[in-house]
């Protein structure tokens, strides 16, 4: 039986060449659908371990011959076999990799791509690092496993608003305007919890201030996975998080900005540390996320 998933390109619509205008949908309504997202997430990584795919069944009859040859004169011993390390995408090797080669001709956003049924009003914005893989082929480590996650820490809503799916990467990028927009329009804020912290970095402490200044919902996803990696992923999240003084940033003028903006937002950097501890105690305070401070 064959159960690989269907290839990406029938996951997406084509469009001719110079077909997307970027204010025919306004960026606040670019919602795609969760599910469609995830299979197309999961199509993409699957048919690009294909090699590794091959090499590894080839390994496996290579260890039979192997094991044949310890007993049977005339089985030779079998050549090495390289397997291929397994690919799996962070959002910036994604963007860079995939989305900007698939979007290339329409200059759109993947959003451009999504067949009719898989677009629609987002109800939730999701905050993610950049540094995060996506998806990992049998683990619960990436964005989507942790946003799709069972129980009290999943996402319910249908679409999503994220940006590698819904940002155009061709046009002029005006990030902290649009994410203010955006938030403001969805009223709901989700942060997937990864191995790669979020609140040491400035853009993600961006968007948790437009989520104040607007009083949207907050919410934190774990995906299900395995007992002690989720215990440990969610406590690493939580005592990652020093202080907004010490957030990172590629472009040390948008950690200026943007620090100056949380420090009038709050009062002070001391208040805006309390106001992210006070949320991350809260937000992970149900027994399931098993936090160890108290």
């Known amino acids: 039986m064959n159960d690989s998933p269907r290839p990406p390109e029938e996951l997406l619509i084509a469009r001719r060449e110079g077909t997307w205008d970027d ?62 390390g397994e690919i799996a995408y962070t959002t910036r090797e994604f963007v860079a990799q995939y989305v900007c080669a698939a ?91 990864t191995p790669v912290p979020l609140f040491d970095r400035i853009w993600c402490l961006w968007e948790l201030l437009c989520a104040a200044k607007v009083g949207a919902r907050l919410q934190f996803c774990a995906a299900p996975g395995y007992r002690t990696d989720k215990r440990i992923m969610v406590n690493d999240f939580l005592r990652a998080f020093t202080s907004v003084e010490q957030a990172k940033a590629s472009i040390s003028a948008d950690r200026e900005v943007i620090l100056r903006q949380i420090a009038a937002h709050f009062g002070s950097f001391e208040r805006a540390d309390w106001f992210i501890r006070d949320l991350l105690d809260q937000g992970l305070s149900h027994p399931w996320f098993e936090k160890y401070r108290t």
């Open 23 to 84: 204010s025919s949908v306004p960026l606040e309504a670019r919602g795609v659908r969760q599910s469609w997202f995830k299979e197309l997430i999961h199509s993409i990584t699957w048919h690009a371990n294909a090699k590794r795919r091959k090499a590894l069944e080839m390994d496996e009859r290579a260890e039979y011959q192997r094991r044949a040859s310890v007993h049977f004169d005339h089985v030779p011993w079998p050549e090495p076999v390289e397997v291929p």
């Open 103 to 193: 979007t290339a001709a329409v200059k759109g956003p993947l959003y451009a791509l999504a067949p009719p049924d898989a677009r629609g009003a987002p109800g939730v914005f999701i905050s993610h690092a950049w540094d995060s893989h996506l998806y990992i082929q049998g683990h619960a480590f990436g964005i989507l496993d942790a946003v799709d996650g069972g129980g009290i820490a999943g996402v319910k809503e249908d679409f999503i608003w994220i940006d590698i799916a819904c940002y155009n990467q061709h046009s002029d990028l005006q990030v902290a305007p649009d994410m203010e927009r955006v938030i403001g329009a969805t009223q709901h804020v989700a942060f997937p919890i």
